[in-house]
Structures are given as structure tokens and as C-alpha cells.
């Protein structure tokens, strides 16, 4: 058996958990909905405020969605109870950020600023003008809408000018050397 697969999930209390008989589980809690659903080759029960993941077989790709499922309600119960968020920096001069609305506007150097409209579920604040953090419930979208934000100016190795993630590290280049 797969151990990421075999492992229960713990439901915390103020999380609810509904398995609909065509195998899609919602996770519900607060103000915030999310719903993985699976194939019909992997079976989820609710037993003892924990979520228990079994297969009807032990085909490879069986064996491959077991752990994956599991990880998904995994973070979708985190994500409501708790939430994901990610950090972003801005490094150059003249880089900013500031949010206005349901708008992102970024100015990365360009000739003309930014404008990225934030999805829905997706909550963004700016600290300061050069660091954001995005945050919200489902960790697939908190994950594409930072690396969308990071690929408007990816950090480039000379100077570390770009946009990175707080906790990525640049590795620098020397650069040109003068000829003797």
C-alpha cells in the first residue's frame, strides 16, 4: 500500500466533510467551499472524524492516484481551515506593487504598468510597496497565481532584479570582466 496513501486524514472540528455517493468529497469550513473528485477506483470513508482513502486494486496507476488523492483532500482541509498563502518579492528600482480594487497593479520596468485582475477566492495584500502575499484556501491556485505574478519579470542573475518568491535564492553571476 502507498504510506501517503494509507495515512488517515484528521478532520478538525469547526471542518465539515461530506463524500457524495459519485465520489466527489467537499470539504467545508467558515465561509470557504472546496471539492476533490475522484476516480472511481479509489474509495473515501468517513470514520472517527478522520477520512480514510482505500483502493479496489493495486494496478501502478491505482497505486499513483491513491497518494494523489490523498494529498488533495489533505490540502483542501488544511486550505479551509487554515489557508495557504505565498510571499513575493519586488527587487529593482522603481519596482512596486499596489493593489486597487480587485486589480494588481504592478510596475516592473516596463514601459507601462500591469494590471492583473485577482481571481476569485484569491486575496492579495501588499505590506510594503516592494513585498505581496497571496493567499487563500485552494494551494493550486495560491501556487499558479504566484507563479503567474513571478512571471511578469522573473529574477535574472546579474543584478537580482525581478520578481521571486521571499524564500528563493539567486544565484549570481559575475558578469563581464574587463580584458587586460
Keep these: 500500500m502507498s504510506r501517503i496513501g494509507r495515512a488517515p ?11 457524495a455517493a459519485d465520489n466527489i468529497v ?5 465561509n470557504k467551499q472546496l471539492s476533490v473528485e475522484m476516480l472511481p477506483s479509489i474509495n473515501a470513508k468517513l470514520e472517527d472524524g478522520q477520512v ?3 483502493r479496489k486494486d493495486d494496478e ?10 490523498r494529498a488533495l483532500i489533505q490540502n483542501a482541509v488544511t486550505g479551509v481551515s487554515q489557508g495557504w498563502s505565498k510571499s513575493l518579492e519586488l527587487n529593482g528600482v522603481g519596482y512596486r506593487a499596489n493593489v486597487a480594487g480587485k486589480t494588481l497593479e504592478l510596475t516592473l520596468g516596463f514601459s507601462h504598468p500591469i494590471k492583473f485582475p485577482i481571481p476569485e477566492g484569491i486575496e492579495i495584500k501588499v505590506e510594503k510597496q516592494t513585498s505581496l502575499t497571496i493567499s487563500g484556501a485552494n494551494k493550486e491556485q ?4 504566484a507563479a503567474k505574478i513571478r512571471s ?3 529574477p535574472e542573475p546579474y543584478l537580482g532584479k525581478g520578481v521571486k518568491y521571499s524564500d528563493e535564492y539567486i544565484r549570481r553571476k ?3 570582466s574587463a580584458a587586460k
Design 9 to 19: 486524514i484528521v478532520v478538525p472540528d469547526k471542518v465539515e466533510v461530506k463524500i
Design 26 to 30: 467537499t470539504v467545508k469550513g467558515g
Design 52 to 54: 480514510v482513502l482505500t
Design 60 to 69: 501502478p496507476k491505482t497505486r499513483a492516484f491513491h497518494g494523489l488523492y
Design 142 to 145: 495560491v501556487g499558479q497565481v
Design 152 to 154: 511578469f519579470r522573473p
Design 174 to 176: 559575475a558578469g563581464k
